[in-house]
């Protein structure tokens, strides 16, 4: 016996990119763990290759399994996991505004046109600059959420996950630095509303060779962990 598949065509706007030419790997996997279950429980979220930019992708749901293809190459895959991720730890909002100051991609960027945090234009890009948190081994940022980003439902989990994604590599960059996301686990427990102002906060876990280990939270003022996530990056050889 064979379960059918739910197929759909996902195609990603330009101005979703992370490094030139291709997806924002945050983007893809908050994409992906809408697509499974709405972010609300934790989905593991495993890159394989990168996704190409304005190009028809078969979305493809099996049983409690999402893949992104395009033609027979399977790019992504994310399946639930059964985890509830804490996050990294609150930094107030002014203290992480505070922190950008810091952010070591003011210096050397190696994906300055990346949607998160690359160097475009306010509205276009979201111009999250995480920075070193005195005193700790965070880096956090302040976000602003621009309406530009809102859906009719809100902001929606792809764009979460953005946020989510980059600050876990910038945990690890020093000027100069950079990797590609592998695996992103993504837990969206409630709304990120248009017009807010959350605390974005990111420490490293662990490092293993060429693979980087972090985790990220999206905070409201009071503390309350709105969406987080556990990253594993890779460098290049």
Not at 32 to 54: F, I, K, Y
Not at 106 to 117: Q, S
Request: net charge negative; glycine share 14%; proline share 8%.
């Amino acid at each position: 016996m064979t379960t059918a598949a739910l197929q759909t065509v996902l195609t990603v706007p330009e101005r979703f990119r992370g490094p030139v030419g291709v997806a924002n790997g945050g983007w893809i996997a908050g994409t992906m763990a809408e697509a499974l279950n709405g972010g609300r429980s934790a989905v593991e979220v495993t890159l394989h290759a990168p996704t190409p930019l304005e190009t028809e992708l078969r979305l493809e749901h099996v049983a409690n399994s999402v893949s992104l293809s395009d033609a027979e190459k399977v790019l992504v895959e994310a399946i639930p996991v059964a985890e509830t991720l804490a996050g990294p730890g609150f930094v107030p909002f002014t203290d992480a505004a505070r922190a950008e100051a810091g952010f070591v991609g003011l210096k050397a960027h190696p994906f300055a046109e990346c949607f998160a945090c690359g160097l475009r234009e306010p509205g276009d890009g979201l111009r999250i600059f995480p920075g070193p948190v005195e005193g700790s081994d965070l880096v956090a940022a302040g976000w602003r959420v621009p309406f530009t980003v809102s859906g009719e439902d809100g902001v929606p989990a792809s764009i979460v996950g953005a946020v989510l994604d980059c600050i876990t590599g910038w945990a690890h960059f020093g000027p100069g630095e950079s990797a590609l996301l592998g695996r992103l686990v993504v837990q969206i427990n409630g709304p990120v509303l248009p017009g807010g102002r959350y605390s974005v906060v990111a420490r490293p876990t662990g490092r293993d060779g060429r693979k980087m280990y972090g985790e990220s939270g999206i905070y409201e003022g009071d503390g309350t962990l709105v969406a987080a996530a556990r990253a594993t990056w890779i460098a290049p050889r």
